[in-house]
Each structure stands twice: as structure tokens, then as C-alpha cells.
């Protein structure tokens, strides 16, 4: 009886160093992804790349072989004919010369624009000045231009799903890009969601039970933890945010704040499962995390109620998850 309760602790500890640590990379894990990102005035990038490369300047050269995305923001951005992208580009600029070998959908954004490009994907073009589509240009899918004037199309250049112009406006072309953006981020934001969710239940299944126990007994104190940090922290990141040299602490701390709202809402998910599922909040955690889910999500579609809903849901997990956290770190 005497070990007992040491042994429940490192118990405890254990479980909220495992939640703590899996904070930690859902916030760091991209920064020590595979690939290139850089930014400064004049940027050069050849050879083979091993993943994704991200490139902001004010002249931008790609020739390189690319295993994953292509995404580039600057004035002058030219891409040699050697280039090949495993993925999507999404290339926005002034003046655009474009070539290069892309596995999948391609954007292109900038005042006048020049590809000459091959791809089995759609590729579309928003431009207030000239586009030009050069001898070497096959694009397997449809070609969409928004520019004021028709494209100029080389005799030789071929697409199989044909071009269609539209006589719009470069926000035209952004907000359908935002449409596919919007998708995509859902897409994996779901799937982030889902995979947290097993990692809470299969690693720090005590912790969780323990955070949701902690809404249904005291959702007051959870819901005054949630909306201190909710407030504080964007406070404290705003000031942090005055001077340059706080500018990254201010954006971790976000960040942070972003990661911790994502695990408490799995942790309301799970409250309002266990609930549900059995009236004491007995459920299997992975049980009580879908049910809390799918019955959340359901919610969230209700008039007028539903953001609230899903505000409430988030703050009350932020709030157990944070005393929760603050309480094992303080036991002896």
C-alpha cells in the first residue's frame, strides 16, 4: 500500500509528459520536415530536393528535381526547363517564366506570365497583363485563365481538356483558389483530428478520462481555465509581438494555444461521448471519443446554436486539459 501511491504518480507523469511531448510536435513537427524553406532577396535552388520547397524573395530561380510541393512568393520567379515536381506548385510573382515537368495541378499568379510547361494536371492562371503558353507546353488536364486579354497560345502547344478564358480579375482566380485550399485544410484537419484522437486514447488514456472526468464534475472551473487562457495568451503574444525579437515567441505561443484548443475539444469530444454512450461517462475512451465527435460535428450544423456549441466545446477542454496538466506537474 505504501508504493502504491509513488507509482501512480509516475503513472500520472507519464501520461502528461506523453500529452505534453505530442503538443510539442503537432507545433514543431514541420519545422524538421524534409525540404527547403527560405526567403531573402535574391534565391537560387538546384539539384534534388527531398521534399517540399517554400521560397519568398524578391528574385526567385528553381531548377531542381522536387519530391513534393513547389510554393514561391516574390517579384521576378523563373523555373528551368529541368525542373520536376512530384506534386502541386502554387507559384505567385510580378513577371513569371515557367517551365519544368509537374505531376499534378499547377497555379500561377503574377502581372505577366510565360509557361511552357508539362503537366497530367489542370493548371490555372490569373494574370493582369499577358499570358503566353510556349512550344513545349502539354497539359493533360483543362487549362483556366483569368486575364483582361485572350492568351497567346503557341501553334505547338497542346491541352487535352482545352482552355477556358475568363475576362475577370486576379480575385476571381483567388477565391477559387480559396475554395480548393478551404478543401484541402478540412480534409486535414479531420484527419490531424482523428489521429490525435488515437493518440490520446492509446497513450495517455488516464489523462484524458481524468480531463473529461473534470468538465462533467466542475464545467464552471473548466470553462473560467478556458476562457483565461483563451484571452491571456493572444495578450501575451501581442505584446511579445512589439518588438522583433519576440515576434517568434509570439507565434509559438499561438500556435501552442491552436494545438492545446485541438486536444481539448478531442477531450469535450470525449466528455459528451462518455455521456452519451452510457449516462456515468464509463465508455471506452475510443468509443467516447467517436460518439463526442460525430455528436459535435452533428451539432455544429445547427442554426445559430452551433458555433456557440462548438466555441463552448473548445473552451471547456482547453480549460480541463491546462488544470489538469497544472495539477500533475505540481503533485510531489
Given at each position: 500500500?505504501?508504493?502504491?501511491?509513488?507509482?501512480?504518480?509516475?503513472?500520472?507523469?507519464?501520461?502528461?509528459?506523453?500529452?505534453?511531448?505530442?503538443?510539442?510536435?503537432?507545433?514543431?513537427?514541420?519545422?524538421?520536415?524534409?525540404?527547403?524553406?527560405?526567403?531573402?532577396?535574391?534565391?537560387?535552388?538546384?539539384?534534388?530536393?527531398?521534399?517540399?520547397?517554400?521560397?519568398?524573395?524578391?528574385?526567385?530561380?528553381?531548377?531542381?528535381?522536387?519530391?513534393?510541393?513547389?510554393?514561391?512568393?516574390?517579384?521576378?520567379?523563373?523555373?528551368?526547363?529541368?525542373?520536376?515536381?512530384?506534386?502541386?506548385?502554387?507559384?505567385?510573382?510580378?513577371?513569371?517564366?515557367?517551365?519544368?515537368?509537374?505531376?499534378?495541378?499547377?497555379?500561377?499568379?503574377?502581372?505577366?506570365?510565360?509557361?511552357?510547361?508539362?503537366?497530367?494536371?489542370?493548371?490555372?492562371?490569373?494574370?493582369?497583363?499577358?499570358?503566353?503558353?510556349?512550344?513545349?507546353?502539354?497539359?493533360?488536364?483543362?487549362?483556366?485563365?483569368?486575364?483582361?486579354?485572350?492568351?497567346?497560345?503557341?501553334?505547338?502547344?497542346?491541352?487535352?481538356?482545352?482552355?477556358?478564358?475568363?475576362?475577370?480579375?486576379?480575385?476571381?482566380?483567388?477565391?477559387?483558389?480559396?475554395?480548393?485550399?478551404?478543401?484541402?485544410?478540412?480534409?486535414?484537419?479531420?484527419?490531424?483530428?482523428?489521429?490525435?484522437?488515437?493518440?490520446?486514447?492509446?497513450?495517455?488514456?488516464?489523462?484524458?478520462?481524468?480531463?473529461?472526468?473534470?468538465?462533467?464534475?466542475?464545467?464552471?472551473?473548466?470553462?473560467?481555465?478556458?476562457?483565461?487562457?483563451?484571452?491571456?495568451?493572444?495578450?501575451?503574444?501581442?505584446?511579445?509581438?512589439?518588438?522583433?525579437?519576440?515576434?517568434?515567441?509570439?507565434?509559438?505561443?499561438?500556435?501552442?494555444?491552436?494545438?492545446?484548443?485541438?486536444?481539448?475539444?478531442?477531450?469535450?469530444?470525449?466528455?459528451?461521448?462518455?455521456?452519451?454512450?452510457?449516462?456515468?461517462?464509463?465508455?471506452?475512451?475510443?468509443?467516447?471519443?467517436?460518439?463526442?465527435?460525430?455528436?459535435?460535428?452533428?451539432?455544429?450544423?445547427?442554426?445559430m446554436a452551433g458555433g456557440w456549441i462548438?466555441?463552448?466545446?473548445?473552451?471547456?477542454?482547453?480549460?480541463?486539459?491546462?488544470?489538469?496538466?497544472?495539477?500533475?506537474?505540481?503533485?510531489?
Amino acid at each position: 500500500m505504501v508504493e502504491a501511491r509513488p507509482a501512480r504518480q509516475r503513472q500520472e507523469n507519464l501520461e502528461v509528459r506523453t500529452v505534453l511531448i505530442l503538443l510539442l510536435w503537432l507545433v514543431c513537427g514541420p519545422a524538421f520536415a524534409e525540404g527547403i524553406t527560405r526567403a531573402g532577396p535574391s534565391i537560387d535552388v538546384q539539384g534534388i530536393v527531398e521534399g517540399d520547397v517554400a521560397l519568398a524573395g524578391g528574385s526567385l530561380y528553381v531548377e531542381a528535381e522536387i519530391a513534393g510541393d513547389l510554393v514561391l512568393a516574390g517579384g521576378a520567379i523563373g523555373i528551368g526547363a529541368a525542373t520536376k515536381v512530384s506534386r502541386n506548385a502554387y507559384i505567385f510573382g510580378h513577371t513569371l517564366s515557367i517551365a519544368g515537368d509537374y505531376a499534378q495541378r499547377v497555379w500561377l499568379t503574377g502581372d505577366a506570365v510565360v509557361a511552357d510547361i508539362a503537366t497530367r494536371g489542370d493548371v490555372k492562371i490569373a494574370a493582369s497583363g499577358p499570358v503566353r503558353l510556349g512550344p513545349h507546353t502539354k497539359i493533360g488536364g483543362t487549362l483556366t485563365i483569368w486575364s483582361p486579354e485572350p492568351p497567346i497560345v503557341d501553334g505547338t502547344a497542346q491541352v487535352a481538356g482545352g482552355i477556358v478564358h475568363n475576362p475577370g480579375s486576379i480575385a476571381d482566380a483567388l477565391e477559387a483558389l480559396m475554395g480548393i485550399v478551404g478543401r484541402i485544410l478540412h480534409w486535414v484537419f479531420w484527419f490531424a483530428i482523428g489521429f490525435v484522437a488515437l493518440g490520446l486514447a492509446l497513450l495517455a488514456p488516464g489523462f484524458t478520462h481524468e480531463c473529461a472526468t473534470m468538465i462533467r464534475a466542475q464545467p464552471f472551473a473548466a470553462l473560467f481555465w478556458g476562457i483565461g487562457l483563451g484571452v491571456g495568451v493572444p495578450f501575451a503574444a501581442l505584446l511579445a509581438g512589439f518588438t522583433l525579437v519576440g515576434l517568434p515567441l509570439a507565434a509559438t505561443l499561438i500556435l501552442m494555444l491552436v494545438c492545446a484548443a485541438g486536444l481539448g475539444f478531442l477531450i469535450s469530444s470525449a466528455a459528451l461521448g462518455g455521456l452519451i454512450a452510457s449516462g456515468t461517462g464509463r465508455a471506452p475512451l475510443l468509443i467516447a471519443l467517436a460518439i463526442g465527435l460525430a455528436a459535435l460535428l452533428a451539432s455544429s450544423h445547427i442554426p445559430m446554436a452551433g458555433g456557440w456549441i462548438i466555441a463552448l466545446a473548445y473552451l471547456l477542454g482547453l480549460g480541463a486539459f491546462a488544470r489538469e496538466t497544472t495539477r500533475r506537474m505540481r503533485a510531489p
